[in-house]
């Protein structure tokens, strides 16, 4: 298990940046895998970006391509998510997840989850 906690959303306009963190709390093994996924109302968590932490590569959904960029603290076992050029569409809840094998875009597969962040967007 790891416990995790996020921080860094806020209420921007269309066009501005946030950074989310997400600090992991591991025993003394580290995930394999982090990731970011957002949720709107009642819709289902949606992927958007997933941190092979063994690798150090990172996968974006086509939504987010060219406007986030992940990075990692090592030291801090902190997952930095830097958002750019915000969108309307990118309002939601921020959500950190982590596994220890493969990482994966299905929400099903991941057992640890921090508590989440607003981020919102107005155009």
């Known amino acids: 298990q790891v416990r995790l906690v996020e921080f860094g959303g806020d209420s921007v306009q269309a066009g501005g940046s946030l950074r989310l963190s997400c600090v992991a709390s591991?025993?003394?093994?580290?995930?394999?895998?982090m990731a970011w996924f957002r949720q709107v109302r009642r819709k289902e968590r949606e992927g958007v970006a997933l941190f092979n932490t063994e690798s150090r590569y990172g996968f974006y959904s086509a939504s987010v391509k060219d406007r986030f960029t992940l990075s990692q603290d090592n030291a801090q076992n902190t997952l930095y998510l830097q958002m750019n050029n915000l969108k309307p569409e990118d309002t939601g809840i921020y959500y950190c997840?982590?596994?220890?094998?493969?990482?994966?875009?299905?929400?099903?597969?991941?057992?640890?989850w921090g508590q989440g962040t607003q981020v919102t967007v107005s155009s």
């Open positions: 591991a025993g003394t093994r580290s995930p394999t895998c």
């Open positions: 997840a982590a596994r220890f094998s493969d990482c994966t875009w299905s929400a099903e597969n991941y057992i640890n």
